[in-house]
């Protein structure tokens, strides 16, 4: 495969998800997710049951993608910061570390600077649990043994045959 | 590119199924939609032209069940076919772990088909993927046309290894669901010999 499995441990899954609600918090948003830039939804945290998060994590991911063909079209690495203003809601969208997508949902409740201002300093937080991540998963590939219990250690063609019998 | 989260023990993998512009790629995702249960589908995404023709992406998340304690969900998209739409194409395959070519039957759009699959063999090699070794399966729909190409030629211009092969009928859904449990059994044990 071109890139690595994005693999997420217990300990960062909560730190992650400590982070972001606290962005949420400060913020006075509504919604933060966070997306990677394949489309999957890494967490969330908010008022989500209202939202369809896993169209909406696709979505943004395409739009993030779209963007940044056009920022390379012009010259630019990258757009770092998105911002759709909408009459009730506006979406922040910012990449995080250039793997991850950070999504803050707010309305009048909030500001667009006050965003951005929580939003740094959260990018900063979830930069270094990433790469905690990365460094826990080097560790794991390069000692070769499976310290977690992976899904796939012992899977058989019978497990995958039994997914898929209807 | 899977996503593994032990946290909520859930597997994320990505399947983009390819194909030139009207082969019945987004038929196939709609197809397969309407007939999932709706406790194991989300919401069918088509961002598409006024005359219906993908501009940029379809998606539709699927579960596909539980292995190993993990659930396993898999996200379709189909990509836009038309030839110009070709750097939409390169983004819609960022992070893919198993490619459907959904191939034309009629004999006009051969030529079609064969250009399709050279341009998924570069834009794949952009990504730092490889065709020859990326789980693939291939789909000869509309074999119910008049002018279907006969499938012992149909493989000799575009079957590219051994991948499996499916004739189908998408709008009549058959070999739709075939052609999908092939592709996602060959990701799973890809990821099972990692």
Same mark, same amino acid.
């Given at each position: 495969?071109g890139?690595?499995?994005?693999?997420?441990?217990?300990?960062? #899954?909560?730190?992650?998800?400590?982070?972001?609600?606290?962005?949420?918090?400060?913020?006075?948003?509504?919604?933060?997710?966070?997306?990677?830039?394949?489309?999957?939804?890494?967490?969330?945290?908010?008022?989500?049951?209202?939202?369809? /998060? /896993?169209?909406?994590?696709?979505?943004?991911?395409g739009?993030?993608a779209a963007?940044d063909g056009l920022?390379k079209l012009?010259?630019?690495?990258?757009?770092?910061?998105? #911002?759709?203003?909408?009459? @009730?809601?506006?979406?922040?969208?910012?990449?995080?570390?250039?793997?991850?997508?950070?999504?803050?949902?707010?309305?009048?409740?909030?500001?667009?600077?006050?965003?951005?201002?929580?939003?740094?300093?959260?990018?900063?937080?979830?930069?270094?649990?990433?790469?905690?991540?990365?460094? @826990?998963?080097?560790?794991?590939?390069?000692?070769?043994?499976?310290?977690?219990?992976?899904?796939?250690?012992?899977? /058989?063609?019978?497990?995958?045959?039994?997914?898929?019998?209807? | 590119? !899977?996503?593994?989260?032990?946290? !909520?023990?859930?597997?994320?993998?990505?399947?983009v *199924?390819y194909?030139? $512009?009207?082969? $019945?790629?987004?038929?196939?995702?709609? *197809?397969? *939609?309407?007939?999932?249960?709706?406790?194991?589908?989300?919401? &069918?995404?088509?961002?598409?032209?006024?005359?219906?023709?993908?501009?940029f992406f379809?998606?539709?998340? &699927?579960?596909?069940?539980?292995?190993?304690?993990?659930?396993?969900?898999?996200?379709?998209y189909?990509v836009p076919?038309?030839?110009f739409y070709d750097a939409s194409r390169k983004l819609i395959l960022k992070g893919v772990? $198993?490619?459907?070519?959904?191939?034309?039957?009629?004999?006009?759009?051969?030529?079609?088909?064969?250009? !399709?699959?050279?341009n998924l063999e570069s834009n794949l090699q952009e990504h730092g993927f490889? &065709?020859?070794?990326?789980? *693939?399966?291939?789909?000869?729909?509309?074999?119910?046309?008049?002018?279907?190409?006969?499938?012992?030629?149909?493989?000799?211009?575009?079957?590219?290894?051994?991948?499996?092969?499916?004739?189908?009928?998408?709008?009549?859904?058959? $070999?739709?669901?075939?052609?999908?449990?092939?592709?996602?059994?060959?990701?799973?044990?890809?990821? !099972?010999?990692?």
């Open positions: 495969m890139a690595s499995d994005l693999i997420m441990y217990e300990e960062e #899954f909560q730190k992650i998800k400590d982070v972001i609600s606290k962005l949420r918090v400060d913020a006075n948003a509504n919604v933060v997710f966070l997306v990677d830039k394949n489309g999957q939804q890494i967490a969330a945290t908010g008022d989500v049951e209202r939202l369809d /998060t /896993t169209s909406l994590a696709s979505l943004t991911a739009n993030v963007t920022a012009i010259g630019e690495k990258e757009f770092a910061v998105l #911002f759709h203003e909408g009459e @009730k809601e506006n979406i922040h969208i910012s990449i995080v570390s250039g793997k991850v997508i950070l999504v803050v949902i707010f309305d009048e409740r909030s500001s667009l600077g006050l965003v951005r201002l929580r939003v740094k300093r959260s990018s900063e937080e979830l930069s270094r649990v990433f790469q905690q991540i990365m460094e @826990k998963t080097e560790r794991e590939r390069a000692s070769g043994a499976a310290a977690l219990d992976s899904p796939f250690a012992e899977i /058989t063609d019978a497990d995958i045959d039994a997914l898929f019998n209807e | 590119m !899977s996503f593994i989260n032990y946290a !909520s023990r859930e597997i994320n993998c990505k399947i *199924y194909g030139p $512009g009207l082969c $019945g790629k987004t038929t196939n995702l709609q *197809y397969i *939609y309407e007939k999932t249960n709706p406790q194991a589908k989300g919401k &069918l995404i088509s961002l598409a032209t006024e005359t219906d023709r993908t501009l379809d998606f539709l998340p &699927l579960d596909l069940g539980t292995i190993r304690g993990f659930k396993t969900r898999f996200h379709l189909t076919g038309q030839v772990d $198993g490619v459907v070519f959904v191939a034309d039957s009629q004999e006009a759009r051969m030529d079609a088909n064969v250009e !399709s699959i050279r490889d &065709l020859r070794t990326i789980p *693939y399966v291939l789909q000869l729909n509309k074999r119910d046309l008049p002018t279907a190409v006969p499938v012992e030629e149909m493989l000799r211009q575009l079957k590219y290894k051994d991948e499996p092969v499916f004739e189908a009928v998408a709008l009549k859904g058959i $070999g739709v669901f075939d052609t999908l449990k092939a592709c996602a059994k060959q990701v799973l044990i890809e990821l !099972s010999k990692k």
